[in-house]
């Protein structure tokens, strides 16, 4: 049986059913329907039609409707989130440069002693700040869309974890809400693990930045960091890697599953090393809160983007959602869809400090294949067709 963490899920019914019913069942359908959310697409005129009827359409007070007040805190938590992905760390920069041309320029100087200092704790499994990742910000952030979280078997501590979380999808929320943070309750839906998500190396050496990221408990994705992380001696370590990273970034569709996969083999390599159950895990929806402009294989304008993303690590991308204030505008806010992250059945591994082709070949088509199999056990159960599948490139 699954186990869900979660926000607070909006309340959910069908519109259309009135015109189909009679007018006792109009009755019926309306009194169960009286906890209509406030912003439900046609819940207006669904009420409005109650109050004809001569049936009561006041709303009672129940803990899954929404005020007015816990709105705006999901919009400004989401909204914080979008900025800081975008502009935090050009912005410290920034700062940080122009302080040297003031009076205040000591700040800057004593600041890149701190960050040489501190130059190797990225690699050393990064420095987590509880409080920050027990922040109410991430739960407002998460009962946003909402986020999802479930679990589909037990994870015993009793090992480490390599998690592989699919799609990368344009800022990852499902990935960073459910395991960066405790926004959706992961530590006590998976007790005894500490998960240490992995970013691109180059965020944590930008300037105010990487303290920020690093108190959400993340460490570099490279080689010598995910190794420190997976020897330690307590057990319990679970990496969690988009493995899909700025390529599969450059393929985020709405309503397409199409995952860069198939010559991603180093995670497979990481899990032998150290023996580390590797773990599938999907978001769906991920790919489906911002709209995206996709351009042909062959244009120059995805030329430029997979030269940008040869450069610099990352991909530019050109997408828009919803406005701050209206829905009906748009902007940077992410739409508000359910994301429904599912963790799978953990694939055992052994330990081979110097696993062979043929073992990483072996282990990767077995990850594949539970990946593949992870997604059309939950897919119909997300609100996909069945006629969906995933796409490996």
């Not at 952030?141 to 480490?160: A, G, H, M, Q, W």
């Not at 990273?245 to 198939?262: D, F, K, Q, W």
């Not at 450069?311 to 508000?336: E, T, V």
Request: with cysteine; proline share 8%.
């Amino acid at each position: 049986m699954c186990q869900v963490g979660t926000g607070t899920p909006p309340p959910t019914s069908d519109p259309g059913r009135l015109q189909a019913l009679g007018h006792s069942d109009q009755k019926d359908f309306l009194r169960s329907n009286q906890s209509l959310h406030p912003i439900f697409p046609g819940s207006e005129a669904l009420l409005a039609e109650g109050e004809h009827l001569g049936v009561s359409t006041t709303p009672p007070p129940t803990p899954s409707m929404k005020t007015l007040k816990k709105q705006w805190l999901e919009v400004l938590s989401t909204y914080q989130y979008v900025l800081c992905f975008l502009f935090l760390g050009p912005f410290f920069s920034l700062v940080g440069f122009f302080l040297l041309f003031t009076s205040l320029w000591y700040f800057s100087v004593l600041y890149l002693v701190w960050l040489f200092l501190d130059w190797d704790t990225p690699q050393q499994g990064g420095r987590r700040n509880q409080w920050l990742k027990n922040c109410t910000v991430w739960k407002h952030l998460s009962d946003y869309f909402p986020i999802k979280l479930v679990k589909t078997v037990e994870l015993p501590p009793d090992r480490n974890y390599v998690l592989l979380s699919h799609p990368h999808g344009i800022m990852g929320f499902g990935t960073v809400c459910n395991f960066s943070t405790e926004g959706t309750g992961c530590s006590q839906l998976f007790p005894g693990l500490r998960f240490s998500l992995a970013v691109l190396n180059c965020l944590l050496y930008v300037p105010g930045c990487r303290e920020y990221i690093m108190s959400c408990g993340t460490c570099s994705v490279n080689r010598q960091s995910l190794d420190y992380v997976l020897s330690q001696p307590q057990l319990g370590r679970a990496v969690v890697i988009m493995v899909g990273g700025a390529n599969e970034a450059l393929h985020t569709v709405p309503g397409e599953h199409c995952l860069t996969l198939r010559n991603r083999k180093g995670f497979v390599r990481l899990a032998l090393r150290h023996g580390a159950s590797l773990v599938p895990v999907y978001s769906f929806g991920e790919n489906d809160v911002f709209r995206v402009k996709a351009f042909a294989p062959d244009s120059w304008q995805r030329l430029f983007q997979v030269t940008i993303k040869r450069l610099l690590s990352f991909s530019p991308c050109i997408f828009w959602g919803r406005g701050l204030f209206s829905a009906k505008s748009w902007g940077l806010m992410p739409l508000a869809r359910p994301i429904t992250t599912v963790v799978g059945r953990p694939i055992p591994v052994p330990q081979c400090p110097q696993p062979t082709e043929e073992q990483v070949d072996h282990y990767h088509r077995l990850y594949m294949k539970a990946l593949e199999q992870l997604f059309e056990e939950h897919k119909e159960s997300c609100g996909l067709p069945a006629s969906t599948h995933l796409t490996f490139i």
